[in-house]
């Protein structure tokens, strides 16, 4: 492993915290609105927007993971500024994600009833972020110690090469990672039962191995209660497809993405991590809620691992996929990254493969792009929370 102290080629923000990109986000509040936020993301080069498909208020389930998640696009180290669409400024959802946003954070609420109507919203949205835009565009790129990035991770469409060439490859590299003083995301709880007890064993205090076991418990006895059983509906049939024959066999290939550094701590959906290392994050395994919620934590490049391929993006964090098999990226090679399929084929190993990831992490952190950055891909979804059924 190496030693000397690396950099990536990003934008400092006034907080202290560092960027790999450097967005002018169109965030909609309701789904109303979110025609307007693409046209508006059309328009204006360096925009970018999503379009949000869930209504959202304080009398509706997931309130509280809905204004954290926002509020955390809202003030993320890749964002130069923020175009929030509403209806009106005088909305519950506005009023709770602009609150306690830190002073350093630039945004900019537009409202259809203050403005007067849908065209004049979309104008001055379109004025707002072409002037943004321009000011975005005289940042440059600075050397920024990697102890400042958050590596979140995750898998999607496992195949039986998942735990094998993709998964510890990233591993690998998320230990690189936290040996530079940097921070790395292990998510998705549903895929971490039947290896909940191997995390555990890897915290650092008893606390967080308290808290590994009574997240991935809670999680499971919530869907029970709604009726889903993951241990009996697990693995997925893409998953059997792809030859994992069991939950365990599926969560024991998840949790190689987190390597071997300790767990430092556990923390809720959207929720951003206050100390360096491997954090698990409660997320669902539904993969662009996973998505949106790490970024809303702050992570500022994601890494997917996938057996059966996937064009999945997020708007405002590159995302960087990992075929496990190199007939899978021959097959996609407009959709995967980085091929992890070598180590399956026997002329390299995982250590060497997952030091040319961690190369890869690097240069898209610089502001290389990933396909799903150039096919335009957005999509947004918010987690609920396990209690809503």
Same mark, same amino acid.
């Not at 954290?68 to 209806?87: C, E, F, K, Q, S």
């Not at 951003?272 to 500022?300: E, I």
């Given at each position: 492993?190496?030693?000397?102290?690396?950099?990536?080629?990003?934008?400092?923000?006034a907080?202290?915290?560092?960027?790999?990109?450097?967005?002018?986000?169109?965030?909609?509040?309701?789904p109303?609105?979110?025609?307007?936020?693409?046209r508006?993301?059309?328009?204006?080069?360096?925009?970018?927007?999503?379009?949000?498909?869930?209504?959202?208020?304080?009398?509706?389930?997931?309130?509280?993971?809905?204004?954290?998640?926002?509020?955390?696009?809202?003030?993320?180290?890749?964002?130069?500024?923020?175009?929030?669409?509403?209806?009106?400024?005088?909305?519950?959802?506005?009023?709770?994600?602009?609150?306690?946003?830190?002073?350093?954070?630039?945004?900019?609420?537009?409202?259809?009833?203050?403005?007067?109507?849908?065209?004049?919203?979309?104008?001055?949205?379109?004025?707002?972020?072409?002037?943004?835009?321009?000011?975005?565009?005289?940042?440059?790129?600075?050397?920024?110690?990697?102890?400042?990035?958050?590596?979140?991770?995750?898998?999607?469409?496992?195949?039986?090469?998942?735990?094998?060439?993709?998964?510890?490859?990233?591993?690998?590299?998320?230990?690189?990672?936290?040996?530079?003083?940097?921070?790395?995301?292990?998510?998705?709880?549903?895929?971490?039962?039947?290896?909940?007890g191997?995390?555990?064993?890897?915290?650092?205090?008893?606390?967080?191995?308290?808290? =590994?076991?009574?997240?991935? %418990?809670?999680?499971?006895? !919530? &869907?029970? +209660?709604? $009726?889903?059983?993951?241990? #009996?509906?697990? @693995?997925?049939?893409?998953?059997?497809?792809?030859?994992?024959?069991?939950?365990?066999?599926?969560?024991?290939?998840?949790?190689?993405?987190?390597?071997?550094?300790?767990?430092?701590?556990?923390?809720?959906?959207?929720?951003?991590?206050?100390?360096?290392?491997?954090?698990?994050?409660?997320?669902?395994?539904h993969?662009?809620?996973?998505?949106?919620?790490?970024?809303?934590?702050?992570?500022?490049?994601?890494?997917?691992?996938?057996?059966?391929?996937?064009?999945?993006?997020?708007?405002?964090?590159?995302?960087?996929?990992?075929?496990?098999?190199?007939?899978?990226?021959?097959?996609?090679?407009?959709?995967?990254?980085?091929?992890?399929?070598?180590?399956?084929?026997?002329?390299?190993?995982?250590e060497?493969?997952g030091?040319?990831?961690?190369?890869? =992490?690097?240069?898209?952190? %610089?502001?290389?792009?990933v !396909? &799903?950055? +150039?096919? $335009?891909?957005?999509?947004? #979804?918010?987690? @609920?929370?396990?209690?809503?059924?």
């Amino acid at each position: 492993m190496e030693s000397e102290e690396l950099t990536f080629m990003g934008y400092w923000r006034a907080d202290g915290r560092a960027g790999t990109r450097n967005h002018i986000l169109i965030l909609p509040l309701t789904p109303a609105v979110s025609t307007t936020a693409v046209r508006v993301e059309q328009a204006v080069s360096g925009a970018v927007a999503v379009e949000l498909h869930q209504d959202v208020g304080p009398a509706l389930p997931g309130w509280t993971l809905a204004v954290r998640t926002l509020r955390g696009w809202v003030d993320h180290p890749n964002v130069y500024g923020t175009i929030l669409l509403a209806l009106t400024e005088h909305d519950p959802v506005v009023e709770a994600v602009v609150d306690r946003l830190p002073p350093s954070v630039r945004w900019q609420v537009i409202s259809f009833a203050e403005v007067g109507g849908r065209r004049a919203a979309e104008a001055a949205a379109i004025a707002t972020a072409s002037a943004w835009a321009a000011e975005a565009q005289e940042m440059v790129r600075q050397p920024i110690p990697v102890r400042y990035l958050l590596l979140a991770t995750e898998c999607g469409g496992s195949d039986a090469c998942s735990g094998l060439s993709a998964n510890p490859s990233l591993g690998y590299a998320s230990d690189l990672l936290i040996q530079h003083g940097g921070t790395s995301i292990l998510a998705e709880t549903t895929e971490l039962i039947g290896a909940e007890g191997i995390l555990a064993a890897r915290a650092r205090t008893p606390a967080v191995a308290d808290a =590994i076991w009574q997240t991935v %418990s809670h999680a499971e006895h !919530a &869907a029970m +209660r709604m $009726g889903v059983d993951f241990r #009996g509906g697990q @693995p997925a049939p893409g998953n059997m497809a792809g030859g994992i024959t069991t939950i365990e066999e599926k969560s024991l290939g998840c949790v190689h993405k987190g390597g071997t550094s300790p767990v430092v701590d556990v923390v809720d959906y959207a929720e951003r991590p206050t100390r360096p290392g491997l954090v698990v994050m409660d997320t669902p395994g539904h993969d662009v809620m996973q998505f949106v919620g790490m970024a809303a934590a702050g992570a500022q490049v994601i890494v997917f691992t996938t057996g059966r391929g996937t064009p999945t993006g997020a708007a405002i964090v590159p995302v960087i996929k990992v075929s496990t098999r190199t007939d899978l990226k021959r097959q996609l090679p407009d959709l995967i990254d980085f091929d992890a399929g070598p180590v399956i084929d026997g002329y390299l190993t995982v250590e060497q493969v997952g030091e040319a990831l961690w190369r890869k =992490i690097r240069r898209v952190a %610089s502001g290389e792009l990933v !396909a &799903a950055e +150039r096919w $335009g891909h957005r999509e947004f #979804g918010i987690f @609920p929370g396990w209690e809503v059924n």
